[in-house]
């Protein structure tokens, strides 16, 4: 098997800049889009669909709609990590998969954000239900088997590391350009173009670009030359019990859920904190993560280095820390903290949250790859595919509890009727602070979940076969 070059690292790790674009598009912005807040309103929004907690009284439909998407999502996850690693094709397991799903995710993106009715309709409801549920599909059937090659192209923990420090830094990258997107369609709005047109030729253009950065690994890597595994044989059901049987993997699940409900409630409040906490312009959420974005990048190597010394756990545990402090200033941000000026305010929020952000970014995705070698050394059946299926299938399980929960919980304080129509906001500067200090109390408990992580025994599994 060939070892990994630095170019074709990187032509791995351009993949993950183009399905971050989208997934950071949809994360950052489809609540914003369908949910819009009082100044997003006034500067030319409408509602599309009913706004306020109109399900049974306490869900939203926008919440209704990301949750079940997200489940759905969740649900499929298991579904292609078992068809990819029983796949035989004759490029390999993981590349197939990825070549045929890039393309339709691009198209199905842009379709999420054109609902066809100008205005409030339950026809835009059934759009955007369809629409989400196709769009996480095939995000699926992309990511999963991109994923899961990360612990297949690497053949060591200097190679693994590396890999991983590269896909996070093109998906932190990925996910700014996301966040470029106000630029984008402020420009649009400045040359005479309406603002929902605006946004969603936005949309397009970005997707476009993300589409060809996801055929890049797609034709660029010949799977073959890096790995040699052995289909499985297991079907579904018998694979994700095997999976669920390590009890290390269960920990680092249940960290996982934790998290991931946490970092989506803070990042779909993203533009909200920004615009209703901090009352600054919705440019500013572009230069806020950007600025977040930069500082992450210089703790990359110090993280790379801090992981061999200290060990992973460690990490993890201190970057919970860190975004217990950055969720918790977040929730009192704004008036609260009058004494501090906002920009200033804006400021530490982006220093509080650049480190842990850099751990998060290098170290998850490299405890799993060891949780699934390990796993293979004392089996002696290679399921990656399932164990990254898994573990998605937990991360998305809390992001569609914290979508469903944030939309809910945005609109505490708010109105206790809205009509529906175009000139009301949904969302309450109380309720964006209740969003973040539950993000930071989630924060809290997944780092105590982590504790119980048993490192010591995966590396030394993992040193059997790396020697």
Known sequence: MKSLTKGKMWCYAIGQLGWSI?????????????????????????????????????????????????????????????????????????????????????LVFILVFCAPVSGISSINVVWLFVSVLAYYFLITCYCTPYTSLLAELSHNQEEKLKLSMCISLTFIVGTCIGYTAPMIWGSLIGNGIERVPAMRITFAILSIIATIFMLVPAFGI??????????????????????????????????????????????????????????????????????LTLLSLGFYPFVVKMASKWGKKKLLIAAFIGFVLTFGFTALSGEKLGFIPIYVQAAIIVVLGSFPQAIFGIIPQTIVADIALSDEVETGESRSGMFYAARTFAMKLGQSLAMLLFTSLATIGAAKTVAETS?????????????????????????????????????????????
């Open 22 to 106: 989208i997934s950071g598009l949809i994360g950052s912005w489809l609540v914003y889009f369908y949910q819009p807040n009082q100044e997003a309103i006034n500067d030319g929004m409408i509602s599309l669909i009913p706004q306020g907690r109109v399900v049974l009284g306490v869900l939203t439909f926008i919440g209704l709609v990301t949750a079940v998407g997200r489940i759905f999502d969740a649900v499929t996850d298991p579904l292609v990590g078992n068809w990819s690693d029983s796949c035989k094709h004759k490029l390999g397991r993981r590349i197939p998969f990825m070549r045929w799903a890039a393309i339709p995710l691009g």
């Open 222 to 291: 010949n799977e073959k030359d890096y790995c040699d595994a052995i289909p499985s044989s297991s079907n579904i059901l018998s694979s994700l019990a095997k999976t669920f049987k390590n009890k290390d993997f269960k920990i680092f699940v249940g960290q996982d859920i934790i998290y991931f409900f946490g970092l989506a409630m803070f990042q779909t409040g993203l533009p909200f904190f920004v615009t209703s906490l901090l009352q600054l312009p919705e440019a500013m959420t572009t230069a806020m993560f950007g600025g």
């Open 423 to 467: 000139g009301q906001a949904a969302g309450s500067p109380l309720g964006y602070r209740i969003v973040a200090l539950v993000a930071s109390v989630c924060c809290i408990i997944g780092g105590l979940i982590m504790s119980f992580f048993n490192e010591k025994k995966v590396m030394a599994t993992i040193a059997k076969v790396e020697k």
